[in-house]
């Protein structure tokens, strides 16, 4: 049941140019879309995250857009930085509860 | 910054031990969760927890697992007979009223031998 999908396991990206990342989902109820990072050894971390109400998110360097018609949504870097390679999860709640579903994450490695 | 604690950072059990994992949630919030990843998997959803009460299970949920918070600050996940594919790093989280953000902590380390 995979409610969450992110396609790509992993991404290589030059520094200074645009990361993106990727993530469907299939389940409509969905309404709260939210974005993690993590390092190895480390907990996930909130990034940013976009309401169902809402197409467009930005906060500084990070902008999440999403597409209720196409049950997707992308996650913008730019610049990239060597300290955003990391695993990126791609989360959504909805349907009343407050439970996170995630994808299976994208490996990022930002090279110098 | 406040934050989520877990403890151990890493448990080594046999087989059919009793395992206990040990949380310490953010102090004002609500609802409170365990998520497991097994390695190179994704984060699945275990329980959630609010009002002193599982509000929701997983099928991985099943009669080996319990979750307690037994003293008002603390929020363990019990296992009581560990499998060998119980073998995962555990995340605790939690989470305020009326926000959608989850807080988590950085997860233990259970491998069954």
């Known amino acids: 049941d995979q409610q969450v999908k992110q396609n790509s396991p992993s991404l290589s990206v030059q520094e200074g140019r645009i990361s993106i990342l990727n993530c469907d989902y299939t389940n409509s109820m969905f309404d709260y879309f939210l974005w993690y990072k993590k390092y190895p050894a480390e907990g996930p971390t909130f990034l940013i995250s976009i309401s169902s109400i809402k197409d467009k998110n930005e906060d500084g360097r990070f902008t999440v857009f999403l597409n209720k018609s196409a049950k997707h949504l992308s996650l913008h870097i730019v610049p990239s930085q060597p300290g955003d390679s990391a695993v990126y999860f791609c989360a959504a709640s909805g349907e009343g509860a407050q439970k996170l579903v995630f994808g299976q994450g994208t490996r990022l490695t930002i090279n110098p | 910054e406040p934050e989520v604690t877990q403890t151990p950072s890493h448990q080594v059990t046999q087989m059919g031990q009793e395992v206990i994992l040990r949380c310490v949630p953010i102090s004002n919030h609500l609802y409170f969760y365990w998520y497991r990843q097994i390695l190179g998997q994704k984060v699945e959803f275990l329980v959630s927890?609010?009002?002193?009460?599982?509000?929701?299970k997983s099928e991985i949920f099943d009669d080996q697992f319990s979750v307690e918070r037994p003293d008002g600050s603390n929020f363990t996940l019990k296992i009581r007979s560990t499998k060998l594919e119980d073998s995962a790093m555990y995340f605790c989280a939690s989470q305020d009223r009326g926000a959608n953000v989850l807080t988590f902590g950085a997860g233990s380390r259970l491998t069954v031998l």
């Open positions: 927890f609010y009002n002193n009460e599982i509000s929701e």
